[in-house]
């Protein structure tokens, strides 16, 4: 029936579903992936960890902001942006640690760890396609899953260079553009929310 509301509640669903899937898959390879990462001593798997928790953060905040106003949702996606931000910064101090203190990864574990996570984030990406540009905090889950995707190949990448040199730093390398992806989609997701929210102020001052 038109003016239902009946679109509205079916999209807000879908959305729902779209970010429950995305929330388990992140949160599950979180738990794998920071524990294969500790045991492998890899700074690209513990910084692609850190990514996944980092999504599944967005995703819950994300579940949050389905069926509220646009101010609510370009929050969420600020307070998403934001704990994005922190974790990279993060990984940037972890990845200084280990270049002073020294590190020792296990590259079999890096490449076999960093397929299992591509493979979980192309699933994610397949999932939400089709939300890529809808609203923003699904414009945010789109642009950390396609970040993610660039992260696991670097993985496997460092894992490859691990085990052809026999040397550490393709792992610190790699940490640290995984590190300077999540920052990236952090101020990215922090741009849109802030535009978002411009527009909107200045779509209430035109109706007044």
Same mark, same amino acid.
């Given at each position: 029936m038109?003016?239902?509301?009946? *679109?509205? *509640?079916?999209?807000?669903?879908?959305?729902?579903?779209?970010? @429950?899937?995305l929330l388990g898959i992140n949160a599950v390879m979180f738990v794998v992936e920071m524990s294969v990462g500790l045991l492998a001593d890899s700074t690209a798997l513990i910084a692609d960890s850190l990514?996944?928790?980092?999504?599944?953060?967005? @995703?819950?905040?994300?579940? @949050?902001?389905?069926?509220?106003?646009?101010?609510?949702k370009a929050n969420a996606a600020k307070i998403s942006g934001y704990f994005q931000l922190i974790l990279g910064l993060i990984i940037l101090f972890d990845i200084a640690r280990r270049s002073i203190l020294g590190s020792d990864p296990e590259s079999l574990l890096m490449m076999g760890m960093g397929f299992v996570a591509l493979i979980a984030n192309v699933i994610c990406l397949l999932i939400i396609r089709k939300q890529k540009s809808g609203e923003v905090h699904m414009r945010a889950s789109w642009i950390f899953s396609a970040n993610d995707v660039i992260a696991n190949m670097g993985v496997i990448?460092?894992?490859?260079?691990? @085990?052809?040199?026999?040397?550490?730093?393709?792992? #610190?390398?790699?940490? #640290?553009?995984?590190?300077?992806?999540v920052l990236r989609g952090a101020i990215s997701i922090l741009k849109d929310a802030k535009q *978002?929210?411009? &527009? &909107?102020?200045?779509?209430?001052? *035109?109706?007044?």
């Amino acid at each position: 029936m038109s003016g239902c509301g009946c *679109e509205v *509640e079916i999209k807000d669903q879908t959305q729902k579903k779209v970010l @429950y899937w995305l929330l388990g898959i992140n949160a599950v390879m979180f738990v794998v992936e920071m524990s294969v990462g500790l045991l492998a001593d890899s700074t690209a798997l513990i910084a692609d960890s850190l990514d996944m928790l980092a999504d599944a953060v967005v @995703y819950g905040i994300g579940i @949050y902001a389905v069926g509220k106003t646009i101010i609510l949702k370009a929050n969420a996606a600020k307070i998403s942006g934001y704990f994005q931000l922190i974790l990279g910064l993060i990984i940037l101090f972890d990845i200084a640690r280990r270049s002073i203190l020294g590190s020792d990864p296990e590259s079999l574990l890096m490449m076999g760890m960093g397929f299992v996570a591509l493979i979980a984030n192309v699933i994610c990406l397949l999932i939400i396609r089709k939300q890529k540009s809808g609203e923003v905090h699904m414009r945010a889950s789109w642009i950390f899953s396609a970040n993610d995707v660039i992260a696991n190949m670097g993985v496997i990448l460092a894992g490859v260079t691990v @085990y052809l040199f026999d040397t550490r730093w393709p792992d #610190l390398v790699i940490g #640290l553009i995984v590190s300077i992806i999540v920052l990236r989609g952090a101020i990215s997701i922090l741009k849109d929310a802030k535009q *978002e929210l411009r &527009n &909107n102020r200045q779509s209430i001052g *035109e109706a007044l």
